[in-house]
């Protein structure tokens, strides 16, 4: 069908569509499986991404377009230069870690938020990272809700080059069939563990390439890897290695402390000696029961600070008062990692403040909120700690 034709019926017939999707994003609504075997993933074909050719547009013009194989093993054909671009379903982090926020056209619903109540369990946009750093694009026009619809008739008149969407499949295909616009499902998920990480390294190489970013996505992975590096190599250095947990592990909003995280990236990054390692072989949330925890009875807490109301409440709990975290006064808040899907120098600034706790020696010489602005300076263009820090609390003991 005529492009023209087909974005004309679609914006006559759709004052404002919707359609309800089963897209995931991360924390927000987390289904780790919809990462994986439910995307339909050829891991044997992901790196097949750069394969170019031109073709004719139906509009007339001799633009050039590359074809690449995304994340759920779609084959799509993109423009092969990128000025106007949507990332739907938690993707707009990575369009910003790769310094291209210029060509940003739209946010989600829940990203434009600015202010929410103290009883609100999701994020709001000056809460993540990726947006207190560039606080300009909290302005644009909304695209859709993140997992539940989007507007078509805005995105068709918007006319990005192409749009990012996280983790799903089906979405992609609705999507790109009702606007006739070239849609990429990239992996937003969570890192940690190595086949996690290979996921994120082959999605961000994708988006790389898409952009014209092949060498600033090398930058940002050979920059993981160097902090990765310094983190275990101070950890390396210390005779005592004291248990961890970390608790309120944000996943489809807020929760208490006996919702953790396997393979929290920060303790992964770190080496840190995560009492819950063996509770799931990849980094997710999970509840596991007040008894577990009792049972583990770990030497640190670190509380995420998206689910402090909900932890507190449980901390106020004659059975968890015993606990030898507790009893020490050895909590301690952390900003939160899974806040709209995965903020991966969130990960790495935390990483840093849980060495300073559990191996102050080794970690002498770290100012943990300058590391934090250091990080953030290099993912996302600009410090964003303190915006983080004042609506959320930043790196301190929990007030027992």
């Known amino acids: 069908m005529n492009k023209t034709f087909k974005k004309s019926v679609v914006m006559v017939f759709s004052v404002i569509m919707v359609v309800v999707v089963a897209m995931s994003c991360g924390c927000v609504g987390e289904n780790t499986g919809a990462n994986n075997a439910n ?18 547009s139906d509009m007339g013009n001799n633009a050039e377009y590359i074809t690449v194989v995304d994340m759920a093993g779609r084959t799509v054909e993109v423009p092969k230069t990128i000025n106007k671009v949507i990332g739907l379903g938690c993707s707009l982090r990575e369009i910003v870690y790769l310094n291209e926020t210029d060509k940003v056209i739209a946010i989600e619903q829940r990203e434009s938020v600015q202010s929410k109540s103290d009883d609100d369990k999701f994020p709001c946009g000056t809460e993540l990272p990726y947006l207190a750093a560039n606080p300009e694009l909290l302005d644009l026009p909304v695209a859709g809700k993140a997992g539940t619809s989007y507007n078509y008739e805005a995105i068709l008149k918007m006319n990005p080059d192409v749009i990012f969407m996280g983790n799903n499949k089906d979405a992609a295909d609705d999507l790109q069939n009702k606007v006739d616009i070239p849609v990429v499902v990239v992996y937003t998920a969570t890192i940690g563990p190595e086949a996690q990480n290979e996921k994120y390294e082959k999605s961000l190489r994708l988006m790389g390439t898409i952009l014209g970013k092949e060498e600033r996505a090398e930058e940002i992975l050979d920059k993981i890897e160097e902090y990765r590096n310094d983190l275990q190599s101070r950890v390396s250095k210390a005779d005592v290695h004291p248990s961890a947990y970390i608790a309120g592990r944000a996943y489809s909003g807020a929760h208490g402390i006996t919702t953790t995280d396997p393979h ?137």
């Open 39 to 56: 995307t339909g993933i050829d891991s044997s074909n992901t790196n097949d991404n750069t394969n170019q050719n031109a073709k004719n």
């Open 264 to 400: 929290w990236p920060s303790f992964e990054l770190l080496g840190a000696n995560n009492v819950a390692y063996n509770v799931s072989e990849i980094s997710e949330g999970k509840e596991v029961s007040k008894e577990q925890v009792l049972a583990w009875n770990p030497d640190y807490i670190f509380v995420s600070e998206a689910s402090l109301n909900e932890v507190s409440a449980d901390l106020e709990k004659p059975e968890f008062k015993g606990l030898s975290a507790v009893s020490n006064d050895r909590v301690y808040k952390v900003l939160p990692y899974c806040w709209y899907s995965f903020n991966k120098d969130t990960a790495i600034a935390n990483a840093y403040y849980v060495g300073k706790v559990l191996y102050p020696e080794q970690f002498a010489d770290v100012d943990p909120e300058e590391k934090a602005d250091e990080i953030y300076l290099f993912f996302d263009g600009n410090g964003a700690y303190e915006s983080i820090s004042n609506r959320m609390g930043g790196y301190e003991k929990f007030e027992l």
